[in-house]
C-alpha cells in the first residue's frame, strides 16, 4: 500500500510478489533450524486461516516476552509459512516466537483480520501463561497488531485483557490513517477508509503499552509520516513510544533485517532486541496504571 502525504495510491501486491517467491524460498533454505522446536498449524480457532506456529527457542532468555509476529500482504495475501528466518532470526537470540496465519480479503474485510489476531494473541497467552507478550507486525501486519494493542476490546472479546497480557508493541513500516484510502481493494476491505475508528491514528484514547516503530526512509509504500505521526500523538497523550528511522531502508527490507543473514546491515534487529528487553522486568499493564 503506498501512503504518501497526498496519493493515496496502493502498490504493496506487487512488492509483495516479489518477496513471497523465489527470495525467500532462498532465505529459508539457508537459514539454520538448529535454535527452535517448532509446533505447526496449531489451531486458535475454527476456522481454515485460524492457526498459528510456535517456535520454542533452545536457549530461553530469562523472563524474555514471548514475540507474536503479524505478517504483510495487503491484507490479501502472505502466510506463516514464509517467516522460518525472521522466527529462527529471534530464536537464536533467546525469544519464543508465534507467526500466525489470519483470515485475507476477499474472505473478510476489516475488521475480522484484527479479531484473528487478538484470537491469536490470547491462545498465545494460554500456551505461555504467565509470560508477557510482545505483538509485532510488518505493514498490514504491523496496522493489525497496532489495532489490537489500542483497541482492547478485540482482546477482552478472545478472552484476554491487554492489560494483563500485552508487555509491548513492535510496528515495522505499518500503516495508521495519515491519509484516507482511495482505491480498491481497500475501499472494499475498509469502508470507512481510514477515516473514523478503523484507523490507528482515531484509537490513541485508552491504555496504550509501549510501541517501537521502525521505518525507512526510503520506504515508497508506506511512508514514515505514518509512524512518526501516531507515535507524535501517543507521546502527546503520556504514552511510551520508540521511533526509528533507518536510512536507507525500504518497505521490504524492514522484515528482511530480521533475518540473521542480514545482521550486517541495519541495526534494526538489535534495535528490536533491545526495546523487547527493556520490557522485562516491569510490572505486567503498568501502562494502564
Not at 57 to 68: I, K, S
Not at 87 to 93: D, I
Not at 196 to 202: I, Q, T, V
Not at 204 to 221: L, M, Y
Amino acid at each position: 500500500m503506498k501512503i504518501t502525504a497526498g496519493v493515496g495510491v496502493f502498490i504493496l501486491s506487487a512488492l509483495i510478489g516479489a518477496v513471497s517467491c523465489a527470495p525467500v524460498t532462498l532465505l529459508n533454505a539457508v537459514t539454520p533450524s538448529g535454535s527452535y522446536t517448532k509446533s505447526s498449524s496449531m489451531s486458535y480457532g475454527d476456522l481454515d486461516r485460524q492457526s498459528l506456529d510456535i517456535y520454542r527457542t533452545d536457549r530461553p532468555r530469562e523472563g524474555a516476552p514471548v514475540l507474536v509476529f503479524i505478517h504483510g500482504g495487503s491484507w490479501t495475501d502472505g502466510n506463516k509459512d514464509m517467516y522460518k528466518f525472521l522466527a529462527e532470526g529471534f530464536t537464536s537470540e533467546g525469544f519464543d516466537v508465534v507467526i500466525p496465519n489470519y483470515r485475507l480479503y476477499p474472505e473478510v474485510i476489516y475488521p475480522e483480520m484484527i479479531v484473528d489476531t487478538a484470537k491469536a494473541a490470547a491462545f498465545t497467552s494460554k500456551q505461555f501463561p504467565g509470560r508477557p507478550i510482545v505483538l509485532m507486525g510488518h505493514s498490514a501486519g504491523a496496522y493489525n497488531v497496532l489495532m489490537t494493542a489500542l483497541s482492547s476490546e478485540y482482546l477482552e472479546t478472545a478472552g484476554a485483557q491487554l492489560c494483563n497480557s500485552i508487555a509491548g508493541v513492535v510496528s515495522l513500516a505499518g500503516p495508521t490513517g495519515i491519509i484516507p484510502l482511495d482505491e480498491d481493494p481497500y475501499i472494499t476491505i475498509f469502508p470507512d477508509r481510514f477515516t473514523a475508528s478503523d484507523a490507528p491514528l482515531n484509537n490513541v484514547d485508552g491504555p496504550t503499552p509501549p510501541i517501537f516503530f521502525g521505518h525507512g526512509t526510503d520506504d515508497k509504500s508506506v511512508y514514515p509520516q505514518n509512524s512518526e505521526r501516531l507515535a507524535e500523538k501517543i507521546q502527546a497523550r503520556g504514552g511510551q513510544s520508540v521511533v526509528k528511522i533507518y536510512e536507507g531502508m525500504n518497505h521490504i527490507d524492514a522484515v528482511k533485517f530480521l533475518s540473521r543473514h542480514f545482521d550486517g546491515e541495519s541495526t534494526l534487529k538489535q534495535d528490536i532486541i533491545e526495546f523487547v528487553t527493556s520490557l522485562q522486568g516491569q510490572e505486567n499493564g503498568v501502562y494502564c496504571q
